[in-house]
């Protein structure tokens, strides 16, 4: 009945599964906290998750791979909790209950994360090879993967699977953010709490009442599309900038493997959070609030600092390939636009980040060790927590539409068929936004109580980030200026995101002005544009660069009519939903809130947003089931579809395991379309011998 | 110059390194315990962690034109040695951050904590760089016995370090009632050199694995592993050399 490692077995096998997880949870739920457990309590719900998900690769995929990660990571995780709880009964705690509300302890939890992280890691195989390394045993330098879908569930060194699995694993997140929003939107349809009631006897899903679990799903959509961003970005460059610079594959393959992997067992543990209790600080994470907020925030923490590791090795991997492993002839000034981006985007995300991990540790210190560093009664400062904080996170703005506004100069040309205007200047604006972007945080803190002299050199910097930004788009429409344009899917996406993100970026030094972003801070305001930023930034220029560089991972392309279907049903519905936004956020709409005073008059509009936030989401399943019916059925592609100038594209697609068999050397400019006879690599077998 | 040459030149250098390093954390101490001038303190940290970088962690390899194919073990270990000093940058930013928590927190006071034993733990760490440098100054020049000597050497040192800091000095602390919970300055000193501890304890793991290998008789002149472990370990001395005045010296005694 069962055929062996199929989409139905998983699923089947996840029902099963999950039902038993959740006999186990509620058993072991009633047996320790002695009441009667909820229907839809954390305990329970936990095993079932846990259970379910595991089950469903095992059906999938068999043991191995991910499932082996996935069944350590649970082992790990109980194994760890008992470890500490048994401690804490040898130490005599029992005073200090031994188990919580939630099963395990919150330091038996917090350590139980952790051991299940790392059980992960060596269960899914992805340290094996430095493993053998440390007991002196040499490995391969490559590991040839089997062709088929079944190496892109386990460990593979190969940077386009990487990039692959980097790309799918953000969609998936971006699927779950996204689910969440449209519940709290719903919710907001109309003013009054309708299904997520206040009453716990009406609604109580892990242990949350209505409004707790809004604040849950709220904060975790912040952080989960965070996260998924991180994810994207870092799949379109895995996949893309090896190509681009000509190298076999990144300059560290073992840690490139290890960085996506490490982020699999984070986007667990911040799932992980909803069912513990969940957390009501946003996804920011602030003390006292998150030194208060349930074990929940505890996950929260502890997977933010794990998805950071992901985020760091792989920049710093980018970095090293990118000065180390160019073709020959390949200069600074002559790498595609997109390095360039690469590079900026991850100066900041390998020394930033660790400000985020550092601060969210400290809070998560703060609450189990009593150490009062943001604790004004121990003699600590809440405001250095959002100093640290900021440091990373506004940077971490910059991280997540480099990237993308790279994506931008390196389509443009190839659709408007002119060269790039001001290469130059592109490439030092990417650097110029980075750099800008260390000494901006502290906008963010202008209502909360800094230093009032800190503001207005704050308020300078912020409005400086303009000017770089600005080159960009100049530079932009100085190439589409009198070019032959051809619109199909990845130009439209292309064409939006210059839309949106300048919708995006007019509305920013509104906020950066002290008088003014005393009025909009916290408002719906807010909200609107930084979406605007973050869909032009990231999410359009997200979906060109699928959509262009698609037929080079499969040899087919992507349907031309449902691309066009949801770039047409998608750009609507969402600018509509950051104008109505902003608009209610100017009349004074506050953020992060479950419900709202009908008399505000609001009820209308976010009618409407719901309706656009259903419309973009429909948006994102057509394009879903483009993608998976595609893969196999879409046109065959195997040529240069764009007819770009680009090094990949002058090979066949897919690509080969060991990108190209002939080594090519850079021998002009890289974008000077309609110039005759000019060309920007020439492939050789000499190439390859170089420095 | 002749190799044997060459050798006794970088292991005297080693030693002269070693001996300002020492008078000037000797020279730190004086000025803390006199004047306690914080901008001297600071720049002597500063001085002594430029010599470590440049004379200790070799710095300046990272500007060495590797000629030959991009498959050639030389080329892959500068590669591999931009991968280290990528990550070393990106480490400093926890400690940096963990460095603005204090001076938040603190200011220009210091916990009240055991001098002697701060002095101490301060040389032994030191100390330790010391027989780290010889012992990869011999890899270097082939002598693999002499590197096994000196890494252990080294590894014991830096063992009776975390030993001090952990299992003598917090519980001296606690004693003295600075806890993780009695205050700001509590949760500074331990926040840091529990980092930093634990820091120590990776770069143990990594001697352990690199002085194994070492027996087997795994590396030649092709010892990279030995020189990132080398390397990785003076990275935790240099953060020291920057905790320990920050901890133990300067300013005024908290409250």
Redesign the interface.
């Known amino acids: 009945m069962i055929k062996k490692n199929t989409v139905g077995s998983g699923l089947l096998l996840l029902l099963i599964a999950g039902a038993v997880g959740y006999g186990i949870g509620f058993g072991l739920d009633a047996l320790i906290s002695g009441g009667t457990p909820k229907l839809a309590g954390a305990v329970p719900s936990a095993f079932a998750l846990l259970f379910a998900v595991s089950a469903f690769f095992f059906g999938l995929y068999g043991y191995r791979g991910i499932t082996r990660g996935l069944v350590w990571q649970v082992m790990g995780t109980l194994l760890g909790g008992l470890f500490v709880t048994g401690i804490r009964a040898l130490m005599g705690m029992t005073g200090n209950k031994l188990f919580g509300a939630f099963f395990f302890s919150e330091p038996a939890w917090v350590f139980g994360a952790l051991m299940g992280v790392i059980s992960f890691l060596v269960g899914v195989g992805v340290m094996d090879d430095w493993m053998k ?4 045993i040499d490995t391969p330098e490559h590991h040839e993967d089997k062709p088929g879908w079944e190496k892109y569930f386990g460990v593979s060194l190969d940077h386009k699977v990487i990039g692959i699995q980097y790309t799918v694993t953000a969609l998936v997140l971006i699927s779950v953010g996204g689910l969440f929003a449209l519940i709290f939107r719903t919710e907001l349809a109309q003013s009054g709490l309708q299904f997520l009631s206040a009453d716990p006897t009406k609604f109580n899903v892990f242990n949350q009442t209505g409004p707790q679990f809004y604040n849950t799903l709220m904060s975790l959509h912040g952080m989960i599309m965070i996260v998924s961003i991180l994810l994207g970005i870092s799949g379109i460059i895995n996949y893309v900038v090896p190509l681009l610079v000509g190298a076999q594959d990144m ?2 393959p073992r ?1 490139n493997a290890f960085a996506f992997w490490v982020a699999v067992p984070a986007a667990v543990l911040l799932l992980m959070s909803m069912v513990l209790g969940g957390f009501d600080t946003g996804w920011t994470g602030y003390p006292p609030l998150s030194s208060r907020a349930p074990v929940g925030v505890q996950m929260f923490f502890w997977g933010v600092f794990t998805a950071g590791w992901s985020s ?1 090795l792989g920049a ?2 980018v ?2 390939t990118v ?3 160019r073709a020959k002839g390949m200069t600074a000034m002559r790498m595609p636009i997109f390095v360039w981006a690469a590079i900026a985007t991850s100066i900041i995300a ?6 985020i ?3 969210f540790q ?1 809070v998560s ?1 703060q609450r189990l ?5 943001f604790d004004p009664a ?4 809440p405001v ?1 927590f959002q ?2 904080f900021w ?1 990373y996170s506004h940077p971490a703005v910059y991280v997540f539409v480099l990237p993308g506004l790279g994506v931008i100069s390196e389509l443009l040309p190839v659709f408007v068929r002119k060269p790039l205007f001001g290469y130059r200047w592109i490439a030092m604006s990417s650097l110029g936004i980075a750099l800008v972007g260390f000494v901006v945080w502290a906008h963010h803190m202008f209502t909360s109580g800094m230093n009032e002299y800190l503001r207005v050199p704050f308020m300078y910097s912020t409005m400086l980030v303009a000017v770089p930004t600005g080159v960009k788009f100049f530079s932009w429409i100085a190439t589409i200026w009198g070019g032959k344009i051809s619109t199909p899917t990845p130009m439209l996406f292309v064409l939006g995101a210059i839309v949106v993100f300048l919708l995006g970026g007019v509305t920013g030094p509104p906020n950066a002005m002290v008088a003014l972003d005393l009025h909009l801070h916290d408002t719906y305001w807010v909200v609107g544009h930084f979406h605007d930023t973050i869909f032009g930034g990231f999410v359009f220029p997200f979906f060109a660069a699928i959509y262009y560089w698609f037929p080079k991972a499969t040899g087919r392309r992507m349907n031309e009519f449902w691309g066009k279907v949801h770039f047409w049903l998608m750009t609507p519905s969402f600018l509509m939903l950051t104008f109505g936004m902003m608009f209610i956020g100017l009349r004074g709409m506050r953020r992060r809130i479950a419900d709202y005073d009908a008399a505000l008059g609001f009820d209308n509009m976010h009618l409407i947003l719901t309706i656009c936030a259903f419309g973009i989401a429909l948006s994102v399943l057509i394009f879903f089931i483009n993608i998976i019916y595609s893969i196999k059925h879409g046109e065959k592609a195997e040529g240069n579809v764009w007819n770009s100038r680009s090094p990949e594209w002058q090979v066949r697609s897919p690509m080969p395991a060991h990108n190209y068999e002939v080594p090519f050397e850079v021998v002009g400019e890289p974008y000077d379309y309609g110039l005759a006879d000019s060309k920007y690599v020439e492939f050789s077998a000499t190439a ?4 | 110059m002749t190799h044997k040459q060459e050798k006794s030149s970088m292991l005297s250098q080693g030693v002269f390194i070693f001996v300002y390093l020492a008078v000037l954390t000797v020279l730190e101490f004086g000025i803390a315990i006199t004047f306690n001038s914080a901008v001297l303190l600071v720049a002597i940290a500063l001085v002594k962690a430029v010599l470590v970088v440049y004379y200790y962690m070799h710095i300046y390899k990272l500007n060495a034109e590797h000629e030959g194919d991009e498959d050639s073990y030389e080329y892959k270990s500068g590669t591999n040695r931009i991968g280290l000093w990528l990550f070393l940058v990106s480490d400093s930013f926890v400690f940096g951050g963990l460095m603005v928590m204090r001076i938040n927190l603190l200011g220009l006071t210091h916990p009240h904590l055991d001098q002697t034993l701060g002095l101490i733990v301060t040389g032994v760490l030191l100390v330790s760089s010391f027989f780290m440098n010889r012992g990869e100054t011999l890899m270097a020049n082939g002598d693999r016995k002499g590197f096994i000597t000196n890494t252990l050497i080294t590894f014991v040192l830096g063992l009776g370090f975390l030993i001090g800091v952990v299992f003598v000095e917090w519980p001296n602390a606690i004693a003295e009632g600075i806890t993780p919970g009695s205050g700001p300055a509590g949760a500074a000193f331990f926040m840091m050199t529990g980092m930093h501890a634990f820091h120590v304890l990776t770069g143990l793991i990594f001697l352990l694995v690199v002085l194994n290998n070492a027996r087997r008789g795994l590396y030649d002149e092709k010892h990279y592993p030995v020189e990132a472990a080398a390397v990785y370990w003076h990275f935790v001395d240099v953060v020291w050399i920057f905790f320990y005045p920050a901890l133990y010296l300067i300013g005024a005694i908290a409250k």
Not at chain 1, 133 to 136: I, L, V
Not at chain 1, 369 to 373: I, K, L, N, V, W
Not at chain 1, 688 to 691: E, L, S, V, Y
């Open positions: 390394w440390a007991r002196g300059a560290f840690m760091i710093l991997n970095i090293a000065l180390r492993m390998m020394t930033a980040t660790q400000l991990g550092l601060s400290m210190f060790f009593g150490m009062g560093f121990k003699g600590g400062n250095l100093h640290l440091f390859g011998k170089k420095h």
